[in-house]
């Protein structure tokens, strides 16, 4: 069973992220957290009124009809509520860990929808303890077939792709394992074939080597090539993001893949 918490601003693109949440791992037999944050403003200014009361009710008002409405348009069952005073990223990760969550499911853009990630998207992957799968408004509400995990060519441990492999399995999707290397053949043969293959266990799985002077538009060319339905990236303190992509990796990479965004958190346990 999935444990999955969506964070919500009461938005088109967020409630397209709930419905593609329900999609991905089944509307029955899972558990689906929805959630709403507020703050109140005042708290800064002392010459204002408190508004929390009133922003309390209509948050909670607000997430009940957002319920309403994904539950009518999905059929899901095994969902719960949440609204809290905090910021985004804090509450996320009590909630994840209180609750014991294995993954936020969010829209890439907030309710302007004019950035390539919205500013509480982009602190949540920076700060998140959990795995955040960032959606598109444009991705398509399907099963997922094929997953691109971009490689670094560091260390990995199994329990690193738990929810890559948990997809994976609930779509039956194949995972192509893709590394983009300035001094890397076309031909050359994975390094760490080994290493995924006790990761990846029981899933569809494939090795993509490209040649290139840019990461990010290898990884492009393959996303394109092979039709792919998700892109995945380790979430690397020194590593992927560290070494091998710019430091905005989410950002280029989803300038020219616009595609949901899987980014899982690295840990060295």
């Known amino acids: 069973m999935a444990n999955i918490l969506i964070p919500t601003d009461f938005?088109?693109?967020?409630?397209?992220?709930?419905?593609?949440?329900?999609?991905?791992?089944?509307?029955?037999?899972?558990?689906?957290?929805?959630?709403?944050?507020?703050?109140?403003?005042?708290?800064?200014?002392?010459?204002?009124?408190?508004?929390?009361r009133e922003m309390m009710v209509v948050s909670e008002e607000g997430l009940q009809d957002f319920a309403t409405r994904l539950i009518s348009r999905t059929g899901v069952?095994?969902?719960?509520?949440?609204?809290?005073?905090?910021?985004?990223?804090?509450?996320?990760?009590?909630i994840a860990a209180s609750?014991?969550?294995?993954?936020?499911?969010?829209?890439?853009?907030?309710k302007g929808g004019s950035a390539f990630f919205g500013s509480n998207t982009t602190r949540l992957i920076n700060r998140s303890h959990v795995p955040v799968l960032a959606v598109p408004e444009t991705a398509a509400l399907k099963k997922v077939e094929r997953i691109l995990l971009a490689d670094d060519h560091d260390d990995i441990l199994p329990s690193q792709l738990t929810i890559l492999k948990q997809i994976a399995l609930a779509n039956n999707a194949e995972i192509l394992v893709a590394h983009v290397g300035i001094?890397?053949?076309?031909?050359?043969?994975?390094?760490?074939?080994?290493?995924?293959?006790v990761a990846l266990e029981g899933t569809k799985h494939s090795f993509q080597n490209v040649h290139g002077e840019d990461v990010i538009n290898g990884l492009d060319r393959i996303a394109r090539h092979?039709?792919?339905?998700?892109?995945?990236?380790?979430?690397?303190?020194?590593?992927?993001?560290?070494?091998?992509?710019?430091?905005?990796?989410?950002?280029?990479?989803?300038?020219?893949?616009?595609?949901?965004?899987?980014?899982?958190?690295y840990t060295d346990k």
Not at 18 to 45: C, M, P, Q, R, W
Not at 77 to 94: A, D, I, M, P, T
Not at 183 to 197: L, N, Q, R
């Open 99 to 110: 609750a014991g969550c294995q993954l936020v499911v969010m829209g890439k853009r907030g």
């Open 11 to 52: 938005s088109d693109n967020s409630m397209h992220a709930a419905e593609y949440a329900v999609k991905l791992f089944g509307a029955k037999g899972n558990s689906f957290v929805l959630l709403h944050t507020y703050i109140d403003v005042s708290v800064a200014d002392p010459v204002m009124p408190s508004m929390a």
């Open 226 to 265: 092979q039709k792919v339905d998700m892109v995945a990236v380790l979430h690397r303190h020194i590593g992927l993001i560290g070494r091998l992509f710019h430091p905005s990796t989410a950002k280029e990479l989803s300038r020219s893949i616009d595609l949901p965004l899987l980014v899982m958190e």
């Open 183 to 197: 001094e890397v053949a076309a031909t050359a043969s994975h390094w760490s074939d080994g290493i995924y293959k």
């Open 77 to 94: 069952e095994g969902v719960k509520q949440e609204v809290r005073y905090g910021f985004l990223e804090s509450v996320v990760n009590e």
